[in-house]
C-alpha cells in the first residue's frame, strides 16, 4: 500500500500514514524488529527521489513534512544523502529549499549525442559488407573451379 500511494497515486500524505503503519508493524513483529530503521531509511529514500522527480524546487519544511523529520534533520538527511548519492541537487539556504539539477539539453546536443558514432558505425557496416561480398565471390570462385575440374 505504501508503494501503491507513493508511485501510482502520488499520494505523499498516504504514502506517510502507510510508512507510519509499515513502521509500526516492524517494531512490534519479533523477526523483523531489528530492520525497522533500515526500513524507514530506505523509505525516506524513497520518497525523496519520487517527490524530487515531480518537483523542481521543494521547500525543506515541506520535504521534512513529507519524510516525517524536523526542518533541521531533513536538511542534515537532505545533505548527507546529496553527498553520498552524488545527486545532482543544491541547497538554496536563503530561500530554505532544495533545488533540483535539470537536465536539459539542446535538441542540437540530443542530436549531436545520437550521432556521434554514426561515421564509425557506417565505416564498420561498409567493412563488414565488403567482407561478405569478398566471401561471397571466393565461394562462387571454388564452385567454378570445382566444376571445372570434373569436366
Same mark, same amino acid.
Given at each position: 500500500e505504501?508503494?501503491?500511494? =507513493?508511485?501510482v497515486?502520488?499520494?505523499?500524505?498516504?504514502?506517510?500514514?502507510?510508512?507510519?503503519?509499515c513502521?509500526?508493524?516492524?517494531?512490534?513483529?519479533?523477526?523483523?524488529c !531489528?530492520q525497522t530503521a =533500515?526500513?524507514?531509511?530506505?523509505?525516506?529514500?524513497? %520518497?525523496?527521489?519520487?517527490y524530487c /522527480?515531480?518537483h523542481n524546487k521543494?521547500?525543506?519544511? +515541506?520535504?521534512?513534512? !513529507?519524510?516525517?523529520?524536523?526542518?533541521? $534533520?531533513?536538511?542534515?538527511?537532505? %545533505?548527507? =544523502?546529496?553527498?553520498n548519492a552524488? #545527486?545532482? $541537487?543544491k541547497?538554496?539556504?536563503?530561500?530554505?529549499c532544495?533545488v533540483?539539477? +535539470?537536465?536539459v539539453?539542446? +535538441?542540437?546536443e540530443r %542530436?549531436?549525442? !545520437?550521432?556521434?558514432? #554514426?561515421?564509425?558505425r557506417s565505416?564498420? =557496416?561498409?567493412?563488414?559488407m565488403?567482407?561478405?561480398?569478398?566471401?561471397s565471390?571466393?565461394? !562462387?570462385?571454388? /564452385?567454378? /573451379?570445382? $566444376?571445372?575440374?570434373?569436366?
Open positions: 505504501f508503494v501503491d500511494c =507513493l508511485c497515486k502520488f499520494d505523499f500524505d498516504g504514502a506517510q500514514e502507510k510508512l507510519a503503519e513502521r509500526h508493524l516492524l517494531e512490534t513483529d519479533f523477526f523483523l !531489528k =533500515l526500513f524507514v531509511e530506505e523509505a525516506r529514500v524513497f %520518497v525523496f527521489e519520487n /522527480r515531480i521543494v521547500d525543506l519544511m +515541506t520535504l521534512g513534512q !513529507k519524510l516525517a523529520m524536523d526542518e533541521q $534533520a531533513a536538511e542534515r538527511w537532505i %545533505v548527507d =544523502l546529496i553527498r552524488n #545527486l545532482d $541537487a541547497i538554496d539556504t536563503e530561500e530554505r532544495v533540483m539539477g +535539470t537536465d539539453r539542446s +535538441t542540437y %542530436v549531436i549525442d !545520437k550521432t556521434r558514432d #554514426l561515421n564509425v565505416g564498420t =557496416l561498409v567493412q563488414n565488403t567482407n561478405v561480398l569478398n566471401e565471390r571466393k565461394e !562462387k570462385a571454388r /564452385r567454378a /573451379r570445382a $566444376a571445372l575440374e570434373e569436366e
